[in-house]
């Protein structure tokens, strides 16, 4: 098995790692830390060294002249300010997604790759034209509040549950603050009220969902790609096998994560065997890690993959390798964050921790990714979705079974614009009769 490589603190030296980007010069960054990263003897001229280094017309020397010119116009600065403004220009400039690294930045960043939220503590479904509480955790506010499976929800906070389908609904429960929201819950018989709950810290399940929808299609939401992911989302393609599934909707949406064995088990299990993964490449030009295909896949299904803006870690790598190694697979929703685990922490002698990427990522069909600019899907599509096909129903007293699973189709994919298109494309294959096998 490959082995992992980490993500790691290391000091900046004149002998370190530059990133492999060539957006812009790399003296540029270089120059810019020289005073803190290059050691000067004390009988050494700074200047000299500088000019020595990247000659006359030296970033150093430029920034140099313009400040003195500020000081001699009597304009003032404060130093540590100054220097956190430029360091994150250079910094961006190299990496939009990088910047000057703390520790609220980096507890962030940790809490969303493991998966923590804040919750209310309960499940959303869909029955028949209706969304109701699926389940409800015992030991959370949702409960606490005294709401129960099978209550209809009729809003999340400003949310429509008539016309949002279920992906924006539970984001819309989730959040990254410990703030209540309001859910409109109730029937006629029962009466409608507006519920206050309160959110909690909350650690999503690395596969969120897994379900067969009507017409032998199957969908997975991952949340998190973390150790057990991959053998989940195997185990559940394998039962869905033994039932002859025509296609597969894996959503990425929202999704993280950074365990690369996990990515590799679920690309395996639809690349052909042999196939290259990806190779992650070091500054230096060296392979860090690559992984092909060990394996036949499981079976040669159209593979649908959900993505949006908040795809990012492990789960935009994953729909990078799927759409660039693995035939039949197509990218449906929005621009991906630009994130692909291509990052490490450089720290200065004086302890600023800089975040940037310092590697890259190719792919199966040679596609480089450096960061910063995220996967283009095939089809682009909006966040809600106000289109309403319902089907329209023959008119006999009892419903044929495919009238039935329209509908419940239709109910189950209502308002999700990026989950609608991906089922019609989808199922006009399967009309079509192409098979990938």
């Known amino acids: 098995m490959i082995s992992h490589y980490q993500s790691y603190t290391r000091p900046v030296s004149r002998y370190g790692r530059t990133p492999p980007i060539s957006r812009l010069p ?102 028949n034209d209706t969304v109701v509480i699926a389940d409800v955790h015992p030991d959370k506010p949702a409960a606490e509040a005294g709401l129960q499976p099978g209550v209809v929800v009729r809003q999340v906070d400003t949310h429509d549950a008539g016309k949002r389908g279920l992906f924006q609904l539970e984001q819309a429960l989730r959040s990254d603050e410990a703030k209540p929201l309001n859910l409109v819950v109730g029937d006629e018989v029962d009466g409608v009220r507006t519920q206050r709950v309160d959110r909690v810290a909350i650690q999503l399940p690395a596969v969120d969902r897994a379900e067969a929808l009507p017409f032998d299609l199957g969908y997975i939401r991952i949340n998190r790609l973390r150790a057990e992911t991959g053998a989940e989302v195997a185990d559940q393609i394998h039962a869905w096998q033994e039932k002859d599934f025509y296609g597969l909707l894996l959503d990425l949406r929202d999704a993280d994560g950074y365990d690369w064995d996990s990515i590799e088990t679920i690309a395996t299990l639809f690349a052909e065997e042999g196939a290259l993964l990806y190779t992650v490449r070091d500054g230096a030009g060296q ?29 935009e790598v994953l729909a ?118």
């Open 26 to 127: 790399l003296a540029l960054l270089v120059a810019a830390f020289l005073p803190f990263v290059m050691p000067v003897e004390a009988e050494t001229d700074p200047a000299e060294l500088l000019q020595a280094t990247y000659g006359n017309e030296s970033l150093i020397r430029r920034l140099g002249d313009l400040l003195m010119t500020f000081q001699q116009a009597g304009l003032e600065w404060e130093e540590d300010a100054l220097f956190e403004q430029l360091a994150t220009t250079l910094v961006q400039r190299l990496d939009p997604q990088g910047g000057l690294d703390n520790e609220a930045a980096i507890s962030a960043r940790q809490r969303r790759r493991s998966g923590w939220v804040y919750a209310p503590g309960l499940r959303l479904a869909t029955t």
């Open 320 to 437: 990078a390798i799927l759409r660039d190694s693995v035939r039949g697979a197509m990218l449906f929703g929005r621009p991906t964050a630009g994130d692909f685990l291509l990052q490490e922490t450089l720290v200065l002698p004086d302890d600023t921790r800089i975040r940037l990427a310092t590697r890259e990522l190719i792919t199966g069909n040679g596609s480089i990714y450096t960061g910063g600019t995220g996967l283009t899907p095939a089809v682009h599509t909006a966040t809600v979705d106000p289109q309403e096909h319902k089907p329209v129903r023959s008119g006999r007293t009892e419903l044929l079974d495919e009238e039935i699973a329209q509908e419940h189709l239709f109910y189950r994919i209502r308002g999700d614009a990026t989950l609608r298109r991906a089922v019609d494309v989808l199922l006009g294959l399967k009309a079509l009769g192409i098979e990938l096998r």
């Open 287 to 315: 392979d860090i890690r690559t992984a092909k295909a060990d394996a036949p896949p499981v079976n040669a299904l159209p593979l649908m993959v959900l993505v949006d803006e908040d795809t990012r870690g492990g789960a």
